[in-house]
């Protein structure tokens, strides 16, 4: 079998060291199997994408020594096979209009939710059929499409072992188009992976609540899914994922101070375990060394001093 990952990076926030780290790791596990990696611009999901935000991603991805196979694939161009597929799930009736805004959904939740979902979605729509939205069309009702939970598929990740996720706690049925007219990332991701012929999907462990929902796509749309590896994430000194408030740590600020791609990919393959002292390497030279088992089950903290470490000082 053909292996292929993926990188997919979204041009929302810019691409910083802990999105660089699951990249890293990602392109690794697939050229070091002789897979070939697909690229594709994650830009559906998202209200305000800049200018020139999709060729930063490219660029900060080659600028740490990754590569991919073919054009690059952009998620708004392919409008007409998320339809498509959103056009199945009706025909299966394994979805239902859903009017309900995010307050009448917490205001209607009862059971003490886990996890960032916010509470589950408590069926409030659910008595609906696929027939009810032209009903709330011509009413001139918005409404999202919402997927119907019966089962939370369990899986086997590539790291992270036996996954069980209660989906009835985490989310509930979930939403697969959005009320503004645009595929849910659940959707459109599985759309894509499926599409592109990923076979493997490395990504950062806080997707894992995403798998099972997108397992019961895969199931309904009659795709074959990936395998799916979910990494620790990067945090910050204080413990919580690393974003603003840690000080800039986006990929093009280390570029524009200097800092050698290599010295952050020796850093970041010492984070992994494949090294034994965070010195500068270029991608490529990691081939042989990469393991997933390796990574330690935790999130990789990076301080201060490690930015310091690979020269760079970032400015707060
Ligand atoms: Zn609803």
Redesign the pocket.
């Known amino acids: 079998m053909t292996r292929i990952g993926r990188l997919a990076p979204s041009p929302t926030g810019a691409q910083h060291v802990g999105n660089a780290r699951t990249y890293v790791v990602a392109w690794l596990h697939a050229r070091s199997r002789g897979g070939s990696v697909r690229m594709r611009i994650e830009d559906i999901d998202s209200p305000r994408i800049k200018t020139g935000a999709a060729e930063q991603a490219a660029e900060d991805l080659r600028w740490l020594g990754l590569d991919w196979d073919g054009e690059p694939v952009t998620q708004t161009h392919r409008l007409p096979l998320y339809v498509a597929a959103l056009d199945k799930l009706k025909q299966r009736e394994l979805i239902y209009p859903?009017?309900?805004t995010r307050s009448?959904?917490a205001a209607a939740a009862s059971a003490p939710h886990v996890g960032q979902e916010g509470p589950p979605?408590p069926?409030?729509?659910?008595h609906r059929t696929v027939a009810d939205a032209e009903r709330l069309a011509a009413e001139g009702k918005p409404?999202?499409w919402?997927f119907r939970v019966t089962v939370s598929p369990a899986f086997t990740d590539l790291y992270a072992g036996e996954q069980r996720i209660d989906l009835r706690e985490h989310g509930g049925d979930f939403v697969v188009w959005k009320n503004s007219g645009t595929p849910a990332y659940q959707l459109a991701v599985v759309v894509d992976d499926a599409e592109m012929g990923v076979t493997e999907v490395v990504r950062g462990d806080d997707l894992i609540p995403s798998t099972p929902r997108q397992l019961l796509l895969y199931r309904a749309l009659e795709l074959t899914p990936p395998a799916f590896a979910h990494v620790p994430l990067v945090v910050g000194e204080d413990g919580r994922r690393l974003a603003k408030r840690h000080g800039d740590t986006r990929l093009a600020a280390l570029r524009d101070a200097g800092v050698r791609p290599e010295a952050l990919v020796g850093l970041l393959a010492w984070s992994c375990g494949w090294v034994n002292a965070p010195n500068a390497i270029a991608a490529r030279d990691l081939l042989p060394q990469v393991r997933l088992a390796a990574i330690p089950p935790r999130p990789f903290v990076l301080t201060g001093a490690l930015l310091r470490s690979i020269g760079y000082a970032p400015a707060t």
Do not use: L, P, S
Request: proline residues 0%; contains cysteine; neutral net charge.
């Open positions: 859903c009017t309900c009448d959904i979605y069926g409030t729509c659910a409404f999202a919402r």
